[in-house]
């Protein structure tokens, strides 16, 4: 009896370790899985007491992790998933921080209020003439400024010592491009986007989310949806577009606060759209447009409001 007692214990013993090896080895999996879409901190910046300063007293100027390093100087500093810069964050990461960054699949958290002067283009490389950002296969990216937290993605920096301010105000703050068979959702959240030709811009087949977002004094359109693409707004002002003087301002602007354009669709609901110096907002193309609890205030020369349907019978209240 005591050497069956024995076997039937070495046989429990046994079956318990196979299991455990199997349930480790899932874990494994399942494990690297989820560093495929891991969220990545971004930390602001003061640009003090020189702009694109990036050697600061530990634990001032927007430095989150207490290095003293922000800005580029963040980017490359180790595999810390920390960046000083919303490009570093969202691409692959470079440097010491290789193999750390977004890569166009995860999230970026901005942890501390700050300004980026950047342009970003989220979607697959090479669309777009001259564009190298991007990867084949961008999927699912979050944007979003931790609660409490100030990002101003801006196209002027004032003193920029790179002399970029004009290159950028004619440019799109945030361009989505995602093709055709791609279903990779964009979310921005909790941002500022301010002094671009356009602010958001999704083309092809793209699928952006806006939520908690001001985008003001931008030069032709606010948020510009064109081709196949799908945009749902929400809780977000659009403001002052075409009211931008200064570096890069024209006088034939389109001053759009949302147009919507060919078979692009556009879901709009507890958002603001006045001041505009053209529509607040347009539907031009043949999709849908749909408002729900929606305001246009003072758009156009100042009228009480502007929603244009153009030729479009799909848009409705």
């Not at 299991?19 to 899932?26: L, Y």
């Not at 942890?111 to 190298?132: C, D, K, P």
């Not at 945009?231 to 002002?237: A, L, P, R, Y």
């Amino acid at each position: 009896m005591k050497h069956r007692s024995k076997r039937k214990t070495l046989r429990i013993a046994t079956l318990f370790v196979a299991a455990m090896a199997f349930f480790g080895a899932a874990l494994l999996v399942g494990s690297n899985n989820a560093v495929a879409n891991h969220p990545v901190l971004v930390e602001g910046n003061c640009d003090s007491p020189v702009p694109g300063t990036t050697l600061v007293s530990p634990g001032t100027c927007g430095d989150f992790d207490g290095d003293g390093r922000i800005g580029t100087a963040e980017d490359t500093d180790g595999a810390d998933r920390i960046f000083g810069t919303l490009n570093a964050a969202i691409g692959p990461g470079t440097g010491a921080a290789a193999g750390t960054g977004a890569n166009y699949n995860g999230k970026l958290i901005i942890v501390t209020s700050g300004r980026f002067a950047e342009t970003l283009y989220i979607g697959q490389a090479g669309l777009i003439q001259g564009e190298t950002r991007g990867v084949a296969n961008p999927s699912n990216v979050e944007i979003e400024a931790a609660p409490g937290v100030e990002a101003d993605i801006d196209a002027i920096l004032q003193g920029d010592p790179a002399g970029g301010n004009v290159a950028r105000t004619n440019q799109i703050g945030i361009f989505v491009v995602y093709p055709a068979g791609v279903t990779g959702l964009v979310s921005l959240r909790n941002l500022q986007i301010r002094n671009f030709s356009e602010g958001i811009a999704a083309a092809l087949n793209s699928r952006v989310h806006i939520d908690h977002c001001r985008i003001e004094n931008n030069l032709n359109y606010g948020v510009h949806v064109i081709d196949n693409s799908i945009v749902s707004i929400t809780n977000s002002q659009v403001t002052a577009t075409g009211r931008r003087t200064g570096v890069g301002a024209s006088t034939t602007t389109a001053g759009d606060g949302l147009r919507v354009d060919n078979n692009s669709k556009a879901r709009v609901s507890d958002s603001t759209f006045s001041h505009n110096t053209g529509n607040g907002i347009i539907n031009s193309g043949t999709g849908s447009t749909i408002l729900f609890k929606v305001g246009a205030f003072f758009n156009g020369a100042d009228t009480a409001g502007s929603i244009t349907i153009a030729a479009n019978p799909n848009f409705s209240n």
